[in-house]
């Protein structure tokens, strides 16, 4: 019997399902949308108008009488939600500006609960953009992080953005006991159906430098090393989400995303709620520069680490790439 052309294949013909766009349409395993994509905004309270931030291509610092216009641009990309950070008027060794409730995050809350109903709005609970050392908590008197110390100015911050309409808060510092701290003060103020969004792995990344100029909030002496994972930290990383969820975290967020989608996908494995990543400022940044160079293709590269993100087992990604993203999803690329 001839072999060439036989029924009986030697070998998968795993091209079969790919041969036409129909058939690689039809049997895509992993489909992302812009509604589980949340969109970094950052608000300024020294500003009139947006300031561009350079190492964050497209992305700009908004006056708080503006931030409505962006909300509005993400509300027609039909982007999931809003993740908002603030810059003080003022910063002091406590970052006590982070717990004002006249601060550029509890004013941008409040314009924004009016102007986007359609969006989730997460506010971002940290001290570092509103302390004059850039530390994400308060020091003691040798100048290491206090870590109990933080964790009433923790709680204050996300009271006053509960107040202001934030319908998720979302400590970033690290601190130990930060969630149980923020869902007792929640709770005690008549917020217990606002939903905490842990950053529960988080990993003292190289990956966030754009972030500390777009927020200025880079630590004026030594590093975050004291508090945030050591990225080498698998099995650490896994404890840290334990301890968030017991201590009543909603959803639990890795970060940085692309390295880090080990990480990504033994929470989805082992917990049973939502798992968010966050692509940061540092994984856009060093795209935008590849593509800049002509070295890649920027819509194609940054849907593929996207769609990577998502089937690692995240259901919600932040990223500064969710209103492009959800511009170049809709055009339905090949
Ligand atoms: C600070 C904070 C950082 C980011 C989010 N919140 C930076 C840091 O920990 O130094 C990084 C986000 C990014 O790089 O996009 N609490
Ligand atoms: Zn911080």
């Known amino acids: 019997m001839a072999l060439v052309g036989s029924a009986a294949a030697a070998f998968a013909r795993h091209h079969r399902l790919r041969r036409t766009p129909a058939l690689r349409r039809l049997v895509r395993e992993t489909r992302l949308d812009p509604s589980q994509l949340v969109l970094p905004v950052f608000v300024d309270a020294r500003l009139d108008a947006p300031v561009a931030i350079s190492a964050l291509p497209g992305h700009m610092r908004w006056p708080v009488s503006e931030i409505a216009r962006q909300a509005e641009r993400a509300a027609a990309a039909k982007v999931g939600g809003l993740l908002l950070f603030g810059l003080p008027q003022e910063k002091d060794h406590l970052g006590r500006a982070a717990a004002d409730p006249l601060g550029p995050v509890p004013r941008a809350l409040r314009a924004l609960r009016a102007a986007a109903p359609d969006l989730a709005l997460i506010a971002d609970v940290c001290l570092c953009e509103y302390t004059t050392h850039g530390h994400c908590g308060a020091l003691d008197a040798d100048g290491a992080i206090d870590n109990d110390a933080t964790l009433p100015l923790l709680a204050d911050a996300a009271v006053v953005y509960a107040d202001a309409g934030a319908d998720v808060l979302a400590p970033s510092d690290m ?31 190289a990956y966030y430098g754009p972030f500390r100029e777009a927020a200025e909030c880079a ?26 969820l017991a201590e009543g975290a909603d959803l639990l967020m890795v970060k940085p995303a692309g390295p880090y989608l080990d990480i990504v996908a033994a929470a989805r494995a082992r917990y049973d709620v939502p798992i968010a990543a966050y692509q ?6 060093a795209l935008h520069a590849a593509a800049e160079r002509g070295w890649i293709d920027l819509p194609r590269a940054a849907l593929e680490s996207l769609v990577g993100i998502a089937r690692a087992g995240a259901g919600v990604i932040v990223t500064y790439f969710a209103l492009d993203a959800a511009a170049w999803l809709a055009e339905d690329r090949p």
Not at 175 to 198: C, P, Y
Not at 219 to 244: C, K
Not at 280 to 285: D, F, K, L, P
């Open 175 to 205: 601190m130990d006991g930060r969630v149980a701290a923020l869902r007792g003060a929640l709770d005690r103020e008549g917020h217990a159906e606002r939903a905490i969004l842990s950053y529960a792995a988080k990993f003292a990344s």
């Open 280 to 285: 940061v400022s540092g994984e856009y940044a």
């Open 219 to 244: 630590p004026q002496s030594g590093d975050r090393n004291a508090y945030q994972l050591d990225p080498p930290n698998g099995r650490e990383a896994m404890a840290e989400l334990r301890d968030d």
